[in-house]
Nanobody
């Protein structure tokens, strides 16, 4: 099982980026794919998750309305469209696979998260 995040970069405040998580080694069916982020000196935060069995989507309170998670079964990718980016969104973004998702205390929680990909850096200039 391998996951590879890409699509990060430098964007101005208010700008957009589209991250992609390429999944290999297993099918996207019947799993949960989540995006996390970690800024320097801060804890890792779960920002979005998608359960592939029923297509449910979950978002952290801080990103709701600005981020959209989607999947492309043909390409075996899970994408994260990020709009209206703010300096506080700057972080390294990771994707991970687990069994299910939930929103706990305003953040996305991924259950049984045993596979993680390398991150992609998102920088937002003010």
């Amino acid at each position: 099982v391998q996951l590879q995040a890409s699509g990060g970069g430098l964007v101005q405040t208010g700008g957009s980026l589209r991250l992609s998580c390429a999944v290999s080694g297993f099918s996207l069916h019947y799993y949960a794919i989540a995006w996390f982020r970690q800024a320097p000196g801060k804890e890792r935060q779960g920002v979005s998750c998608l359960t592939t069995a029923d297509g449910s989507r979950y978002y952290a309170d801080s990103v709701k309305g600005r981020l959209t998670i989607s999947r492309d079964n043909a390409k075996n990718t899970v994408n994260l469209q990020m709009n209206s980016l703010q300096p506080e969104d700057a972080a390294v973004y990771f994707c991970a696979v687990g069994s299910n998702c939930a929103v706990v205390h305003g953040y996305v929680h991924l259950y049984d998260s045993d596979h993680w990909g390398q991150g992609t850096q998102v920088t937002v200039s003010s």
